[in-house]
């Protein structure tokens, strides 16, 4: 039989590898996790079906009645070319105008009247021909020009599932890489890529009775997702 004493060294051995074990799987399962950060990117292409824009406009005369009738003469004016190329009466919008004196440091010596007003087109095939109609009217400027769908919400959805879908496989093969394996998510956050309305567009040009179009034949809205992932 073995002495006592080395019955206990061999046991008091035995409890310091199962200890040391132990303390690796704490360490592995329970420390502080490595933690990485993932951005895909989702993109859906679509026809657009409407365009919207702001039209600017302003007048001038020698005293603020005088602007402000001007103003809203034109304003009547631009709202008919609006009509005539197919807009509906609820997709046009007016603000308040504003009056402002005349200074005489910028070399304006008349009070301006200067208003805007908005609309949605839904027969892009007008489009062309409305902003020429627009600035021969009296606008200053069209500005705000964005295409898009009427069921928006569905498309940037779709946008945003593949977004995270492409963050999740980014994940995968960043983990991969390390020799670990993702145990959790901290956060998700999804954003537009892009400027206004984040959509890319590509033009196409037809002839419509006898008038050529320029217009959008696909817009591409584009969505990011970043993903806060743990891994171990």
């Known amino acids: 039989m073995e002495p006592a004493q080395n019955r206990r060294i061999k046991w008091l051995g035995l409890a310091v590898g199962v200890l040391a074990l132990a303390t690796l799987l704490k360490i592995y399962f329970f420390g502080k996790p490595t933690v990485i950060t993932v951005i895909g990117e989702g993109r859906v292409k679509v026809k657009p079906e409407q365009v919207s824009f702001t039209i600017n406009f302003l007048s001038q005369a020698n005293s603020p009645a005088l602007a402000l009738f001007n103003n809203t003469q034109l304003a009547r004016d631009l709202f008919s070319v609006l009509k005539n190329a197919g807009v509906e009466d609820e997709d046009i919008s007016l603000a ?6 005349p200074n005489v440091l910028l070399g304006q010596n008349n009070y301006q009247a200067v208003n805007t007003m908005t609309a949605i087109l839904k027969d892009l095939t007008a489009f062309d021909n409305l902003i020429n109609q627009l600035y021969q009217t009296g606008a200053s400027s069209v500005s705000n020009i964005v295409f898009s769908t009427q069921d928006s919400r569905t498309i940037e959805k779709e946008a945003v599932a593949l977004a995270v879908e492409d963050a999740q496989k980014r ?8 020799r670990k394996r993702i145990v959790g998510v901290v956060s998700v956050t999804t954003a537009e890529a892009g400027g206004a309305g984040a959509m890319v567009g590509q033009t196409s040009q037809e002839n419509t009775g006898g008038r050529i179009n320029n217009s959008l034949s696909q817009i591409e809205i584009v969505r990011t997702a970043s993903i806060i992932y743990n891994l171990r």
């Open 96 to 101: 308040y105008t504003q009056v402002m004196p």
């Open 171 to 178: 994940a995968k093969e960043m983990a991969k890489l390390m």
